[in-house]
């Protein structure tokens, strides 16, 4: 919620004061530092917490930062076929939409 509202920094200290970590939180933490125009950092955050199980929305939330910042070589080899080849996940509508914007967002969506 600090997050959306656009407090990041409080909702770092949150994340940071809580004693176990997982990918709920993990998860909320990568989308805000998106909305927040911090991709960068969720990108690190994900790599942080590459002990935690991803999810389909943990992806989300990585290809929409790589989307948000033009990383479109990082999205497309360190995470789109991450989840494919790692972690099995299917192909789905939200990963397709996010891989349409990383497209769009860095120029290529012919």
């Given amino acids: ?12 200290k949150i994340f940071n004061s ?12 990568i989308l805000g530092y998106v909305k927040c125009r911090q991709a960068q950092k969720g990108l690190g955050l994900f790599q942080q917490c590459e002990w935690v199980q991803p999810v389909t929305t943990t992806f989300v939330g990585t290809l929409n930062a790589c989307a948000s910042i033009e990383a479109l070589e990082e999205g497309r080899h360190d995470y789109l076929e991450s989840m494919g080849l ?14 349409i914007a990383l497209l769009g967002c860095s120029g290529c969506l012919n």
């Fill in 18 to 29: 809580m004693p176990t970590c997982d990918v709920v939180l993990c998860n909320m933490m």
């Fill in 86 to 99: 790692i972690y099995s996940f299917a192909a789905a509508v939200e990963r397709h939409t996010c891989i």
């Fill in 1 to 12: 919620m600090c997050a959306k509202c656009g407090s990041i920094e409080d909702a770092e």
